[in-house]
């Protein structure tokens, strides 16, 4: 029996979950911090999204719902939407994802919300 690392078991989870998105993430910081594209495969996707509890699809669910409340990670959004879409959720779920985030986040944290959702879903209908 192998033992993955905290660095492959991250490398892995973020492959099943982003594909290519989350490779173009990582590897979009290797020139100025290499050090935190290791930190962002070990910490959230090789600890906390292997955690046993919820599923990758429960996962996201409520990452878009807290990058969408934020308001401040329309890119992070984008990509986490992209995922969402990897690991089983349906536009239809996702766009009531955001609309819930209204009651708690407010309108206009909703409505960037949608515009990116409407952007990702435009890319991916393009492809």
């Given amino acids: ?30 020139d100025i911090a290499p050090d935190f594209a290791r930190y962002i495969l070990e910490f ?15 996962r996201e669910i409520g ?3 807290a990058l969408v409340a934020m308001g401040t990670a329309t890119p992070q959004l984008k990509v986490h939407i992209e995922a969402g879409l990897n690991v089983g959720l349906g536009r239809d779920e996702i766009v009531e ?20 959702a409407k952007e990702v879903f435009g890319l991916l209908d393009a492809a």
Wanted: proline share 4%; charged share 20%.
């Fill in 63 to 65: 990452t878009i719902a």
């Fill in 44 to 58: 959230p996707f090789g600890d906390i999204y292997a955690r046993p509890g919820l599923d990758l699809r429960a």
């Fill in 97 to 116: 994802i955001i609309i819930q985030m209204a009651v708690y986040a407010g309108f206009p944290a909703a409505l960037n919300g949608l515009f990116a």
């Fill in 1 to 30: 029996m192998t033992h993955e690392s905290r660095l492959e078991r991250g490398s892995r989870i973020l492959s099943e979950i982003d594909g290519l998105a989350g490779e173009r993430v990582v590897d979009s910081l290797s």
